[in-house]
C-alpha cells in the first residue's frame, strides 16, 4: 500500500478513535457530573481529576513516548516500561495521598484517586503497542472499549453518586482490552538489561510532560484556592473544546512519532517547516470553530456558565489553540533532537505561566488565566521551533526488530 494512503488511513482511525473518547468525555460525562453534583461540587471534582491527570498522563506517555523513541537504539522489554510505570506510581501514590489528606476529601475518595491515577497510566502507556505495530484498527476498538467503559460507569454513576466510578470503569476497561490483546502481560514484573538504560531515557521525558500536564491543569488548582470552586467550572467550560484538541493531539501525535521512529529516517528542515505551516494553519482554522462552538456547546451542555464563558472565550481558545499547536511540534521535534530539550522548554514554560498566572489572576481573575496561558504556550511553540531548526540531531542507529 502507498505510504501516504497508509498514513492518512492510521491517522484517520485514530483521530476517530480519540474523537469518540473525549465526544463520550465533554459531551456526556462531564456535563452529567455537573447536572447532578451542581456547580461547587463539580468544580471541586474537576480540581481532582486534574491532580489524578497531570501524574497519570505525564507517566503514561513519557514511557511510551521513550519506547517508541528509542526502540531503534536498544531493545527494550515491556518488563522494563511496566516495571518504571510501577516503581514511579508507587512514589506518585504517596504524593497523592499525603496531598489530598489535606483537603475536605474521605478517606474512599483518596484511595479512589489513587486507583484511578494508577489505571489512567497503565492504559495511556499501553497504547505504545498499537503504535509500535503500526495496529491502528485495533487501536480504534481500543477508544471504543474504553469510551463504552466511561458510558457504563456514568449509569452506575446515576444510581450511587460516586463521581470516581465512570472513571474507574472506563480506564479499567481499557486496560483489560490492552491486557489481553498486547504484550502488556507479556512479564510485566521483570525489568531486563535495558532497565537501567531506559530509565534514564525515559526520566527527561517524565519531567517534561508532568510539567506539561501541571501546567495544562494548573489553571484549577490556581483558579480554586484564589477565587473558589466555581470559577473552575466557568473557565474550565469555556476551555473544553480547546482542550478536547489538545487531549487529542497526544495520540494523534503518537503515530506521526510511531511513523518517524518506524525506520531509520528522519525530518529534514524542509519537511519540518512544511510541517509548522500544517500545524500553525490548522491551528488557526480550528482557532476560528472554536468562537463558533463554544457559545453553542456551552448554551446547550453547561447553561449556568454561559454569560461567564462569552466574556473569555476569546482569548481561552487562543490560549489553547497555542497549547496544542507548541506541543504537537515538540513532540515531533523529540524524534530528531536530544530529549532533554523537550525538559528545558517545559521548565521555562512552567516557570513563566506559573508566574503570570498568580499575578494577573490576582489582579484581573479569570481572564487573567486566559492571558497567562496564551503567553505561555506562545513562548513554548518559538523555542520550539527554533530547537527544532538549530539544535543537534541525534544519531539513530540500525534499528532493532521488535
Given at each position: 500500500?502507498?505510504?501516504?494512503k497508509?498514513f492518512?488511513g492510521?491517522?484517520?482511525?485514530?483521530?476517530l478513535g480519540v474523537?469518540?473518547?473525549?465526544g463520550?468525555l465533554?459531551?456526556?460525562?462531564?456535563p452529567?457530573?455537573?447536572?447532578?453534583l451542581?456547580?461547587?461540587?463539580?468544580?471541586e471534582i474537576?480540581?481532582?481529576?486534574?491532580?489524578f491527570?497531570?501524574?497519570?498522563?505525564?507517566?503514561?506517555l513519557?514511557?511510551?513516548?521513550?519506547r517508541l523513541?528509542?526502540?531503534?537504539?536498544?531493545?527494550?522489554?515491556?518488563?522494563?516500561?511496566?516495571?518504571?510505570?510501577?516503581?514511579?506510581l508507587?512514589?506518585?501514590?504517596i504524593?497523592?495521598?499525603?496531598?489530598l489528606?489535606?483537603q475536605?476529601?474521605?478517606a474512599?475518595?483518596?484511595?479512589?484517586?489513587?486507583?484511578?491515577?494508577?489505571l489512567?497510566?497503565?492504559?495511556?502507556?499501553?497504547?505504545v503497542?498499537?503504535?509500535?505495530?503500526?495496529?491502528?484498527?485495533r487501536?480504534?476498538?481500543?477508544?471504543?472499549?474504553?469510551?463504552?467503559?466511561?458510558?457504563?460507569g456514568?449509569?452506575?454513576?446515576?444510581?450511587?453518586?460516586?463521581?470516581w466510578i465512570?472513571?474507574?470503569?472506563?480506564?479499567g476497561?481499557?486496560v483489560?482490552?490492552s491486557?489481553l490483546?498486547?504484550?502488556?502481560?507479556?512479564?510485566?514484573?521483570?525489568?531486563?538489561?535495558?532497565?537501567k538504560?531506559?530509565?534514564?531515557?525515559?526520566?527527561?521525558?517524565l519531567?517534561?510532560?508532568?510539567?506539561?500536564?501541571?501546567?495544562?491543569?494548573?489553571?484549577?488548582?490556581?483558579l480554586?484556592?484564589?477565587?473558589?470552586?466555581?470559577?473552575?467550572?466557568?473557565?474550565?467550560?469555556?476551555?473544553?473544546?480547546?482542550k478536547?484538541?489538545?487531549?487529542i493531539?497526544?495520540?494523534?501525535?503518537?503515530?506521526?512519532?510511531g511513523?518517524?521512529t518506524?525506520d531509520?529516517?528522519?525530518?529534514?528542515?524542509?519537511?519540518?517547516?512544511?510541517?509548522?505551516?500544517i500545524?500553525?494553519?490548522?491551528?488557526?482554522?480550528?482557532f476560528?470553530?472554536?468562537?463558533i462552538?463554544?457559545?453553542?456547546?456551552?448554551?446547550?451542555?453547561y447553561?449556568?456558565?454561559?454569560?461567564?464563558?462569552l466574556?473569555i472565550?476569546?482569548?481561552?481558545?487562543?490560549?489553547?489553540?497555542?497549547?496544542?499547536?507548541?506541543?504537537?511540534?515538540?513532540?515531533?521535534?523529540?524524534?530528531?533532537?536530544?530529549?532533554?530539550?523537550?525538559?528545558v522548554?517545559?521548565i521555562?514554560?512552567?516557570?513563566?505561566?506559573?508566574?503570570l498566572?498568580?499575578?494577573?489572576?490576582?489582579?484581573?481573575?479569570?481572564?487573567?488565566?486566559?492571558?497567562a496561558?496564551?503567553?505561555?504556550?506562545?513562548?513554548?511553540?518559538?523555542?520550539?521551533?527554533v530547537?527544532?531548526y538549530?539544535g543537534?540531531?541525534?544519531?539513530?542507529?540500525?534499528?532493532?526488530?521488535e
Amino acid at each position: 500500500m502507498d505510504f501516504k494512503k497508509k498514513f492518512a488511513g492510521d491517522f484517520s482511525l485514530t483521530f476517530l478513535g480519540v474523537l469518540i473518547y473525549n465526544g463520550a468525555l465533554q459531551f456526556i460525562i462531564y456535563p452529567m457530573l455537573s447536572k447532578t453534583l451542581g456547580n461547587d461540587a463539580y468544580g471541586e471534582i474537576l480540581y481532582y481529576i486534574g491532580i489524578f491527570s497531570i501524574t497519570s498522563i505525564a507517566l503514561g506517555l513519557s514511557t511510551a513516548n521513550t519506547r517508541l523513541v528509542q526502540r531503534n537504539n536498544y531493545e527494550i522489554s515491556n518488563g522494563d516500561c511496566m516495571s518504571f510505570n510501577f516503581i514511579i506510581l508507587a512514589i506518585m501514590s504517596i504524593a497523592c495521598a499525603v496531598l489530598l489528606s489535606f483537603q475536605k476529601i474521605s478517606a474512599l475518595d483518596i484511595v479512589m484517586v489513587i486507583v484511578v491515577q494508577a489505571l489512567m497510566a497503565i492504559r495511556t502507556y499501553s497504547e505504545v503497542v498499537y503504535k509500535i505495530a503500526i495496529a491502528f484498527k485495533r487501536y480504534l476498538y481500543f477508544y471504543i472499549v474504553v469510551t463504552v467503559g466511561y458510558i457504563l460507569g456514568i449509569v452506575i454513576f446515576k444510581f450511587c453518586n460516586f463521581w470516581w466510578i465512570p472513571f474507574i470503569c472506563g480506564e479499567g476497561l481499557g486496560v483489560l482490552f490492552s491486557f489481553l490483546f498486547t504484550d502488556l502481560k507479556n512479564k510485566p514484573f521483570f525489568p531486563f538489561a535495558s532497565f537501567k538504560k531506559y530509565s534514564k531515557s525515559a526520566t527527561p521525558l517524565l519531567i517534561s510532560y508532568f510539567l506539561y500536564y501541571l501546567v495544562m491543569n494548573l489553571d484549577r488548582i490556581i483558579l480554586r484556592n484564589i477565587l473558589g470552586p466555581e470559577s473552575v467550572g466557568s473557565y474550565y467550560t469555556a476551555t473544553l473544546i480547546g482542550k478536547t484538541a489538545a487531549m487529542i493531539v497526544a495520540p494523534l501525535s503518537g503515530v506521526i512519532i510511531g511513523y518517524l521512529t518506524n525506520d531509520d529516517s528522519k525530518m529534514d528542515k524542509k519537511q519540518f517547516t512544511k510541517f509548522n505551516f500544517i500545524a500553525v494553519v490548522g491551528g488557526l482554522l480550528f482557532f476560528g470553530l472554536t468562537l463558533i462552538g463554544t457559545p453553542i456547546f456551552t448554551k446547550i451542555f453547561y447553561p449556568d456558565y454561559y454569560k461567564e464563558v462569552l466574556h473569555i472565550m476569546f482569548l481561552v481558545n487562543f490560549g489553547q489553540v497555542m497549547c496544542f499547536v507548541s506541543e504537537l511540534i515538540l513532540n515531533v521535534v523529540l524524534t530528531f533532537r536530544h530529549e532533554k530539550w523537550q525538559m528545558v522548554i517545559q521548565i521555562i514554560y512552567a516557570a513563566i505561566f506559573i508566574i503570570l498566572a498568580i499575578v494577573f489572576v490576582k489582579t484581573i481573575g479569570v481572564l487573567g488565566m486566559a492571558i497567562a496561558t496564551a503567553v505561555a504556550n506562545g513562548l513554548r511553540l518559538l523555542l520550539a521551533i527554533v530547537i527544532g531548526y538549530t539544535g543537534k540531531d541525534v544519531q539513530k542507529p540500525k534499528q532493532i526488530n521488535e
